[in-house]
């Protein structure tokens, strides 16, 4: 029996298209796999700040580190903040929005930004996450050192020197 023309063209049409959807399909399950893999072998990126939402692990420590220190905090002395300086973003700073996070979480108490230029004359507790000593944010080195009142692995808890007497003052 003699196949017919358009029979014949019929079929090699849906052979064609099947072939195309057979080649996207597999088109699609490489890029699938390959994107489910990278995501799964790469490492935990950092969140950026502005990007921390309640329950987010970074904002967690953060959390725990302010509750943690929060027993050391006299009711009423103002605190300074310090992070990690990590530049400027399109989105902002770092170091802002964690300071944004400490005031909150710190909402009974006035909270200084370290980044301000007066936070070093100002607070009288310093509270550095993520950081050493306060000495990297003054603008003037102390002539003392911040006593340490409280540390865990986030962070420090620090007590402004007492004021050096005026020359030609009496002692206490």
């Known amino acids: 029996m003699p196949l017919n023309p358009s029979t014949l063209r019929r079929a090699l049409h849906r052979l064609g298209a099947l072939a195309v959807l057979a080649w996207l399909g597999r088109g699609l399950v490489t890029e699938l796999a390959t994107t489910v893999k990278r995501q799964l072998l790469a490492p935990p990126r950092r969140q950026a700040p502005i ?5 987010t692990p ?3 420590r953060l959390e725990r580190f ?6 050391h905090l006299a009711a009423g002395e103002e ?5 990690p ?17 400490a005031s909150y979480y710190l909402g009974e108490r006035p909270v200084i930004p370290a980044f301000d230029a007066a ?6 507790l310093w509270l550095a996450f993520g950081t050493s000593t306060p000495d990297q944010f003054l603008a003037e080195p ?7 009142l409280y540390r865990d692995p986030a962070g420090a808890l620090f ?3 007492p004021a050096p007497p005026a020359p030609g003052a009496a002692p206490p």
């Not at 990007?51 to 329950?55: K, L, P």
């Open 51 to 55: 990007v921390w939402r309640y329950g």
């Open 142 to 148: 102390p002539t003392e050192p911040w006593p340490e």
């Open 119 to 124: 936070a070093g004359s100002r607070g009288t």
């Open 58 to 60: 970074p904002l967690a």
């Open 159 to 161: 007590r402004r020197p």
């Open 66 to 71: 302010v509750e943690r220190a929060r027993p």
């Open 79 to 83: 605190i300074v903040f310090s992070s």
């Open 85 to 101: 300086r990590d530049g400027t973003t399109a989105l902002g700073s770092g170091e802002f929005f964690r300071f944004l996070w």
